[in-house]
């Protein structure tokens, strides 16, 4: 137990002296911070008028009003935003690959995976995550969501999963690097995919596209099927259980299988070559 005790605090400290570094890095420049700060609320900012200005043409997209779209968008942004501040490496295993980032990872007697990962904690995230919370805030007060510890809990939950399950295919899509060495168009891909899916009520699209994102590429689970929950709606495909649950479990699953695929990929690594 002791030893099991002595090597998380281990890693938990090169977790801090990371985030130590790149907060430093990341403030050597405020103007770049200032810059990202007014950047992302505008860009979410637009994504929540686009919706605005389709509901008030259409009253509505399906059976969901602009309120309930809100609250559905907001967990989706915050999931985003956490994503990036936790995950933002996994954009960057081709480069790594390109120019051997991996072989100083493995002369290190660390996980290659827990050094990449905490390797560069992204703060600019964090510019992504407070439109984000605006946004959510803004979609419970409109649809009265109750904030009680239950209901508090599981959008914990539902979020929490939701950034495993970006985190997983960003990780899965990065590490094809190892194979191909490029893997920016599928994160470029992955991105858009998410925007697409995780901004509306996925019901919109047909029943074959559900499925594709319901149990194939699990992104419809990021927001929908939780938000559908909350607000009490039945459209989609049928659920049985407690979404959040299955978002968390989803989640962890999809992170797993992710895992195990950069784990092989790491096993086909051949260095850089110089």
């Known amino acids: 137990?002791?030893?099991?005790?002595?090597?998380?605090?281990?890693?938990?400290?090169?977790?801090?002296?990371?985030?130590?570094?790149?907060?430093?890095?990341?403030?050597?420049?405020?103007?770049?911070?200032?810059?990202?700060?007014?950047?992302?609320?505008?860009?979410?900012?637009?994504?929540?008028?686009g919706i605005f200005i389709i509901v008030s043409n259409f009253g509505s997209i399906g059976d969901w009003g602009?309120?309930?779209?809100t609250f559905l968008?907001?967990?989706?942004?915050?999931?985003?935003?956490?994503?990036?501040?936790l995950f933002i490496q996994t954009w960057n295993i081709e480069y790594s690959v390109r120019y051997g980032e991996f072989d100083r990872y493995m002369l290190r007697p660390l996980g290659v995976f827990f050094q990449m990962i905490t390797s560069y904690i992204n703060l600019i995230g964090l510019t992504d995550m407070i439109p984000g919370l605006v946004i959510l805030i803004y979609g419970?007060?409109?649809?009265?969501?109750?904030?009680?510890?239950?209901?508090?809990?599981k959008l914990l939950i539902t979020i929490l999963g939701a950034v495993l399950i970006r985190g997983a295919i960003y990780l899965l899509s990065g590490s094809v690097a190892f194979f191909t060495k490029s893997s920016g168009a599928l994160i470029e891909v992955d991105s858009k995919l998410f925007d697409a899916v995780s901004m509306y009520p996925v019901s919109i699209y047909p029943k074959g596209v559900q499925i594709l994102f319901t149990y194939l590429f699990p992104i419809a689970?990021?927001?929908?099927?939780?938000?559908?929950?909350?607000?009490?709606?039945?459209?989609?495909?049928?659920?049985?259980?407690?979404?959040?649950?299955?978002?968390l479990l989803v989640g962890a699953l999809v992170f797993f299988l992710a895992y195990l695929f950069f784990q092989?990929?790491?096993?086909?690594y051949e260095s850089s070559g110089s």
């Open 1 to 49: 137990m002791k030893k099991l005790l002595h090597s998380i605090w281990h890693h938990l400290s090169i977790v801090f002296f990371n985030f130590k570094l790149t907060v430093q890095s990341q403030m050597e420049y405020p103007s770049f911070l200032v810059g990202w700060l007014l950047a992302n609320p505008l860009q979410f900012g637009f994504g929540i008028l």
């Open 66 to 69: 602009f309120q309930e779209i």
């Open 73 to 85: 968008y907001g967990i989706s942004v915050v999931s985003h935003g956490l994503t990036v501040v």
């Open 140 to 153: 419970c007060v409109g649809v009265g969501f109750e904030p009680t510890p239950l209901n508090l809990f």
């Open 221 to 247: 689970f990021i927001s929908f099927y939780s938000a559908r929950e909350f607000l009490g709606k039945t459209d989609g495909l049928p659920m049985f259980g407690n979404a959040y649950l299955i978002t």
């Open 264 to 268: 092989w990929g790491l096993s086909r």
